[in-house]
């Protein structure tokens, strides 16, 4: 399976910012599509998954203010009321309904700045 996020950029406290991630090859094995974020100097965190029954799990600190979803080989991250925090690199990862991993996004950057 290959992915490829974007979507990502400059945006002001407070803004939102959709992140999408792309995927081709084998679809049908994708279980799971999740998001992960690396800031500087910090190591990568998973922000929100979404299963293939539709089923999502966010970590605390977004939650309430990201949103997971997916249609066919699309997954998208929308991401409201961003603070400075959450900049970071958005990664995100498909893995198969044996809980493997079935590749990795490039990964986009989210600056959230006045």
């Known amino acids: 399976v290959q992915l490829q996020a974007s979507g990502g950029g400059l945006v002001q406290p407070g803004g939102s910012l959709r992140l999408s991630c792309a995927a081709s090859?084998?679809?049908?094995?994708?279980?799971?599509i999740m998001w992960h974020r690396q800031a500087p100097g910090r190591q990568r965190e998973l922000v929100a998954v979404?299963?293939?029954?539709?089923a999502t799990n966010y970590a605390d600190s977004v939650k309430g203010r990201f949103t997971v979803s997916r249609d066919n080989g699309m997954g998208y991250l929308q991401m409201s009321s961003l603070k400075p925090e959450d900049t970071a690199v958005y990664y995100c990862?498909?893995?198969?309904?044996?809980?493997?991993?079935?590749?990795w996004g490039q990964g986009t950057l989210v600056t959230v700045s006045s």
């Open positions: 979404i299963d293939s029954d539709g």
């Open positions: 090859g084998s679809i049908a094995s994708i279980r799971s």
């Open positions: 990862n498909a893995r198969s309904y044996y809980g493997t991993s079935l590749g």
